[in-house]
């Protein structure tokens, strides 16, 4: 049986429309005025906006304590879950108060290592991987039992997604493991920053070729550049990201002070291109310290206005 959850997210997809996210990092402070201000910056332009969870391993606000500040704004947030820093209770706890306050959409991720962030030496957990995480919250929520076999009184009602990076190696194993995801519960999926959009359209071919398109909403990541000192980073330091040496020349070939301007049209392009491509049905724009410009890329990719979901 079907379960239909409250989550705006979900409607939008099997609405039959192009879904667009977004993601703000919360402040490394108690003070969360920053992020609600991110959130009211992109809410009329996009359906949902992702809370991410300590990312790179550097201690913030938590992604739960954001959320719980974006809903009461009357935003859509979308809970990261990360099982680096939590073990098998915690997640469950976290997974019942996020339901509790009407969180009803999660991302689950791995979490980047400790030895990435401001606390090398932190221990990680790991209790349980990113595809148990998944099982965890479809059995909760479907099922209606905690791990440990007790019934759950009210059952989280949370629409569940997962990452996937078409661009890691080894490239073969990249449907199969996405594969996985699926079986495990993944309901949704937000992809890697796409840069290289032939690579991504192969892996996309692979994916339809196994219908897993249609047991899955795939949203592409688009990340703008904003210069070409950030591609060549990306490029050189972030490990699965596949920047082409095409674009960094772009890129190269206008002024220092235009390549902003020149890295939000890359993204607005790539985002048409996208939209022409089977499976494709929705963009996770992950404008990094940058949530002004996300409006600008809704608009001129042709995504405004948003549907409007009761």
């Known amino acids: 049986m079907e379960i239909k959850t409250n989550s705006k997210l ?3 997809l099997k609405g039959g429309h192009i879904a667009v996210s977004s993601e703000c990092g919360p402040p490394r402070s108690s003070d969360a005025s920053g992020i609600i201000k991110k959130g009211h910056l992109i809410k009329n332009h996009v359906d949902c906006i992702n809370i991410t969870d300590n990312q790179t391993s ?9 959320c719980i500040h974006l809903k009461n704004e009357g935003l859509e947030p979308v809970l990261q879950m990360v099982v680096r820093d939590r073990n ?3 997640l469950q ?10 969180i009803n959409s999660m991302l689950c991720l791995s979490g980047d290592h400790q030895s990435f962030g401001d606390h090398p030496k932190a221990q990680n957990v790991f209790d349980l991987d990113s595809m148990q995480l998944l099982q965890t919250v479809r059995y909760m929520r479907d099922e209606g039992k905690f ?3 007790d019934t759950i009184k009210e059952p989280p009602n949370i629409f569940v997604g997962a990452a996937a990076n078409p661009f890691a190696d080894p490239f073969k194993i990249r449907v199969p493991r996405l594969a996985k995801k699926i079986a495990a519960g993944a309901e949704f999926i937000q992809t890697q920053c796409v840069y290289n ?3 991504f359209e192969l892996w996309m071919k692979g994916v339809v070729e196994r219908g897993l398109h249609e047991k899955v909403f795939i949203m592409a990541g688009i990340t703008p550049m904003r210069s070409v000192g950030m591609a060549k980073y ?8 596949d920047v082409p040496e095409e674009l960094i020349k772009r890129l190269s070939g206008v002024a220092k002070d235009k390549q902003a301007e020149e890295g939000l049209t890359i ?6 291109r996208l939209k022409e491509c089977t499976g494709v049905r929705g963009f996770h724009i992950m404008a990094i310290e940058w949530e002004e410009k996300v409006p600008e890329i809704v608009e001129r990719s042709g995504l405004y206005p948003r549907p409007k979901i009761d």
């Open 147 to 149: 791990l440990g076999g």
């Open 234 to 241: 990306m490029a050189r330091a972030v490990p699965g990201m």
């Open 93 to 102: 706890s976290d997974i019942l108060g996020a339901a509790s306050f009407g």
């Open 197 to 199: 959009l032939d690579k």
């Open 267 to 272: 993204a607005v392009e790539a985002i048409e």
């Open 10 to 12: 979900e409607k939008v």
């Open 58 to 66: 550097v201690t913030r606000l938590c992604s739960l304590a954001a």
């Open 88 to 90: 098998r209770i915690a």
